[in-house]
């Protein structure tokens, strides 16, 4: 499989202090990503400070968990491995091994994920995932196509499968002149009531700059967006905690 980044100590990424697996490649391409190294499936190289490096290191299974058995003694009852990206479930057959033999080490696995990925990518390795953090972005069909490249049929036709089999954490990025509208939180809105009685909890996510320097390496554009206002998120909140009774986050990133 190839990774990007085995981070260590990460306590965004799932319930307590967790080890979070960064997958390149994604079937996205939102024009907020703050991962644009895990954009693509392969190996690119990249300049920063005058030296030369490579984005992406193909990992065999052995070298993963050994990697992440490091962390063990850190996990406690609640903490454990993320698997992220990039999406992550475009590897499903590869990361399959791992979350098995996680499970047999009683670690706790979770996965942030976009669900544009095959139906059978999920059903592959859901009996083994115990947090799904799943992203709901633009929820109007031909704008999804048109902004992310993304194919709403193939998602909602996910999130129907997700919902008959787990609970799960959705997360929203808001993001100025793309999913901040109100026609969009509208939308949103809506897809979760739809789910209501598989949703744990909804984040809120503020667009955010922190990926600009990795942008910088690649030699690609900014990402271009509006900035959202403290208020705009608070309205958000305010707005989806009276349409579904679910509990909602704002997220500081």
Not at 23 to 35: A, E, H, I, V, Y
Not at 36 to 55: C, H, M, R, V
Not at 80 to 107: H, M, N, R, W, Y
Not at 138 to 160: H, V
Request: hydrophobic fraction near 35%; glycine fraction near 6%; charge should be positive.
């Amino acid at each position: 499989m190839i990774i990007t980044n085995i981070q260590r100590f990460s306590l965004h990424d799932g319930p307590g202090i967790r080890t979070t697996v960064f997958m390149k490649g994604c079937s996205l391409r939102c024009p907020w990503c703050s991962n644009p190294e895990n954009l693509n499936s392969f190996q690119e190289y990249y300049i920063k400070d005058g030296q030369k490096g490579i984005y992406g290191k193909d990992y065999t299974v052995a070298e993963v968990f050994n990697e992440v058995m490091k962390d063990k003694n850190f996990y406690d009852c609640n903490g454990g491995v993320t698997f992220s990206g990039g999406e992550a479930l475009l590897q499903a057959e590869k990361i399959l091994p791992l979350l098995q033999k996680f499970k047999d080490e009683g670690i706790t696995t979770a996965i942030e994920t976009c669900l544009f990925v095959p139906t059978k990518n999920i059903e592959l390795v859901v009996p083994f995932i115990d947090f799904f953090y799943v992203d709901m972005k633009i929820m109007d069909k031909k704008k999804c196509r048109d902004k992310i490249k993304g194919n709403l049929d193939l998602y909602k036709k996910n999130l129907d499968f997700l919902s008959s089999k787990k609970k799960f954490t959705v997360r929203v990025p808001v993001i100025g002149g793309y999913t901040d509208n109100s026609e969009n939180r509208r939308l949103v809105a809506e897809e979760i009531n739809r789910y209501r009685t598989s949703i744990i909890r909804i984040e809120l996510i503020k667009e955010h700059n922190l990926g600009n320097s990795k942008y910088k390496t690649l030699s690609l554009p900014l990402p271009q967006y509006v900035d959202v206002s403290d208020e705009l998120m608070k309205k958000y909140k305010e707005e989806l905690e009276c349409v579904v009774g679910i509990p909602v986050e704002v997220c500081k990133i």
